[in-house]
């Protein structure tokens, strides 16, 4: 069984940036597409940035076009988001999943394996 833990969440004044990382642990997700998603006080989960298996072109939320950069590095089976110019709107428990298929997706269906989360607090 795969398991996926978070890291790198904390509060932050607007404007700022943070960088999330998702540590990948027993067994490797080279052939499967990635994403953040993030769920905010009160709302639903959604979709925030998704790469496809070989790490190439990311796949983003309107919300997230411009300020954030998803990254992965299939040799230490890691994952990464790159969070520009926050907002206090950005403020969600950020999660981090793996797919069930090699191609990007906004569907959380299609995420087999899920973080516990990372608290992200941007204050104005």
């Known amino acids: 069984q795969g398991q996926l833990a978070e890291t790198g969440g904390r509060w932050v004044q607007a404007g700022a940036s943070l960088r999330l990382s998702c540590d990948a642990s027993g067994r490797q997700f080279w052939n499967n597409a990635m994403g953040w998603f993030r769920q905010a006080p009160g709302k639903g989960r959604e979709f925030v940035a998704a790469?496809?298996?070989?790490?190439?072109?990311?796949y983003y939320a309107d919300s997230a076009k411009g300020r954030f950069t998803i990254s992965r590095d299939n040799a230490k089976n890691t994952l990464s988001l790159q969070m520009n110019s926050l907002k206090p709107e950005d403020t969600a428990v950020y999660y981090c999943?793996?797919?069930?298929?090699?191609?990007?997706?906004?569907?959380?269906?299609?995420?087999?394996?899920w973080g516990q989360g990372t608290h992200v607090t941007v204050s104005t």
């Open positions: 999943a793996a797919s069930r298929y090699s191609r990007s997706s906004s569907a959380s269906a299609d995420y087999d394996y």
């Open positions: 790469i496809d298996w070989r790490g190439g072109v990311g």
